[in-house]
């Protein structure tokens, strides 16, 4: 079992920076950020191999979103600048352990329990 804790959601304007953590109890072969917004399905935004790298993007984030990890401290992050009002949703971390691409929800294995980012016009 993985436990994965997510925090730095919040409220920020349009234009504005927020940065997600995401604590795992382990480390994991893929993990990756999730958003949800209300009357939505969940969808990928980004996702990273803990090993090579290797970033993926959503094309409504490329350029302004940046995903990130610390294998050390078993840590991942997503920098998100330029926020939208669009990009309000509750953001999920999620983890897959073996080889696999975890950019796609039903390869997910651990799911952490949400942040909520609300952006303002």
């Known amino acids: 079992q993985v436990q994965l804790v997510e925090s730095g959601g919040g409220s920020v304007q349009a234009g504005g920076s927020l940065r997600l953590s995401c604590v795992a109890s382990?480390?994991?072969?893929?993990m990756a950020w999730f958003r949800q917004a209300p009357g939505k399905e969940r969808e990928a935004v980004a996702r990273?191999?803990?090993?090579?790298?290797?970033?993926r993007y959503a094309d409504s984030v490329k350029g302004r979103f940046t995903i990130s990890r610390d294998n050390f401290r078993n840590t991942l992050y997503l920098q998100m600048n330029s926020l939208k009002p669009e990009d309000t949703a509750t953001y999920y971390c999620?983890?897959?352990?073996?080889?696999?691409?975890?950019?796609?929800?039903?390869?997910?294995?651990?799911w952490g329990q949400g942040t909520q980012v609300t952006v303002s016009s």
């Open positions: 999620a983890a897959r352990q073996t080889v696999g691409d975890c950019y796609y929800s039903d390869r997910v294995d651990y």
């Open positions: 990273i191999l803990t090993g090579s790298g290797n970033p």
């Open positions: 382990r480390l994991n072969y893929c």
